[in-house]
């Protein structure tokens, strides 16, 4: 049965940015999965509708749809039960619904001000215009004023890392020797960030800016070969 997983994209069909599917994307890696890419914009509503769902990833598996990313990861886990393990059995699984919480809130979340003024000039008119309206909505605020704030907003997301920080002074990867659905969560954040945007999210120097370059690295540099800035 073939996979197939609809996208978020810009213009640029081949440049895939959101950090909800690169967690998947890194998934289906870690499995030796392959999915057909379907590239989807903000506007595309309507294609996703059938499926169920008014968010990307959508997860085709032959006729089925599997529907957001944390459901996708443990779907892939109990389907092909035989591959590399996402979660490293079920006390793993069960401390990384956790880990995905942190994930959308501090990482996601954190790094969405910092970028977000970044993403309209990836995207199509109608897409932009609808970013542009929704996330401001959000925010409250234009998202140039935003992204005024970044030089002083970046410290304390930086601060915000500790736990992931201090965790990797001890082990190279959140899942130990080898990385595991848990880097992946952290991971699709900064993985969105590079794609979007130059600015710089992470010093040289810390642990955490290590850990990315080897999960850029990782599957063959399926993530750093993916268009994006040199951050
Ligand atoms: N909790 C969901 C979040 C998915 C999500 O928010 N996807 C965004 C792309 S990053 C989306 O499709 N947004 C559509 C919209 O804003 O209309 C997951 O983990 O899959």
Redesign the pocket.
């Known amino acids: 049965m073939t996979l197939k997983l609809y996208e ?1 994209v810009g213009t640029d069909g081949g440049r895939p940015f ?4 690169w967690r998947t994307r890194m998934a289906l890696a870690h499995k030796g999965l392959t999915a057909n890419s379907i590239p989807w914009r ?1 506007t595309e509503k309507a294609s996703i509708a059938p499926h169920g769902s ?4 959508v997860l085709l598996h032959g006729d089925k749809p599997v529907v ?3 459901v996708i990861a443990n779907y892939l886990e109990d389907a092909f039960p035989d591959r590399a393990s996402l979660f490293g059995g079920e006390g793993g699984r069960a401390t990384m619904r956790m880990l995905n919480w942190w994930g ?1 809130i501090a990482v996601v979340g954190g790094i969405f001000p910092l970028i977000a003024a970044d993403i309209p000039g990836h995207l199509g008119e109608a897409d932009a215009a609808y970013f542009r309206a ?1 996330r401001e909505a959000r925010l409250g605020r234009p998202l140039e004023e935003v992204a005024s704030m970044r030089d002083k907003g970046v410290v304390n997301f930086r601060k915000s890392l500790d736990p992931l920080r201090l965790t990797l002074k001890t082990q190279p990867y959140l899942g130990g020797d080898a990385p595991n659905y848990a880097d992946f969560i952290v991971f699709g954040g900064f993985q969105w960030a590079r794609v979007v945007s130059p600015f710089k999210l992470l010093e040289a120097d810390d642990p955490v800016y290590a850990w990315r370059e080897r999960l850029l690295d990782a599957f063959d540099g399926l993530a750093r070969k993916s268009p994006g800035f040199a951050v």
């Open positions: 978020l959101s950090p909800y599917c903000f008014e968010k990307v990833p957001e990313s944390w959308d929704s």
